[in-house]
């Protein structure tokens, strides 16, 4: 069983406090800057004490994973899909997700179309971006992007939000949080999921409105 180096309480308190800091030496408000907790292939006494803290916004990388550990804990909570999303669990994502951030295709974007004019509600969209054009990572190709937003709202009445990149490990963030706030600007999104536990604060500088932080909260899954 994983369990954790330090108390989820004392590291939700210290990662707040970071993002504070950050914000502040930004010229920015903290209350900008959302925490999603990423709670993914975390065992239920890791993440309760951090729900239990008052934190409300949840990442969870599996659509079977997260309706199970969630179903009967939706109360305040906030849920963020960060993961790879198939297209054949869309309705079941849209019923589920307050936020889908994972949207990188032409297919997934009929899907999810079709799932939300079925249920009459739409969660949060992001379109994923691949910041490094790295060949094993999902997200569009930061040329596409204009254009597959275009598609999105135009074709499929997708409300797009915003959007979200996982930079390369071996690269500094800050020029993929920079390409990234540019292509939100020029598409009129304010949503920018990025950063996580080891470089939120340089992608709170660069305008985050969201950071996905699981490690620095839960420690290092399967220690």
Do not use: Y
């Not at 963020?80 to 994972?102: C, S, Y």
């Amino acid at each position: 069983m994983s369990v954790v180096s330090h108390e989820p309480t004392a590291a939700l308190a210290g990662v707040l406090a970071r993002i504070e800091r950050a914000a502040r030496a930004s010229g920015r408000e903290a209350r900008d800057v959302a925490l999603v907790a990423v709670s993914k292939q975390q065992p239920w006494e890791n993440v309760a004490p951090v729900l239990a803290a008052g934190q409300s916004r949840f990442g969870e990388n599996r659509v079977q994973e997260a309706a199970e550990r969630w179903k009967d804990r939706r109360a305040g909570v906030i849920l963020h899909l960060i993961g790879p999303l198939q297209t054949n669990k869309a309705d079941d994502a849209v019923a589920l997700f307050d936020v889908i951030e994972t949207l990188d295709r032409e297919r997934l974007a009929r899907a999810l179309a079709e799932a939300i004019q079925k249920r009459g509600a739409a969660p949060g969209l992001l379109v994923q971006v691949n910041t490094g054009e790295e060949p094993q990572k999902s997200g569009v190709a930061p040329r596409d992007v204009d254009a597959f937003i275009s598609l999105c709202r135009t074709s499929f009445g997708l409300p797009v939000e915003g959007l979200m990149c996982i930079p390369p490990a071996d690269e500094p963030p800050g020029p993929h949080f920079a390409l990234l706030a540019k292509i939100a600007a020029r598409n009129g999104v304010a949503r920018l999921s990025m950063g996580m536990s080891g470089d939120f604060e340089t992608a709170i500088r660069f305008g985050a409105t969201h950071v996905r932080v699981g490690s620095a909260l839960f420690g290092a899954r399967g220690v």
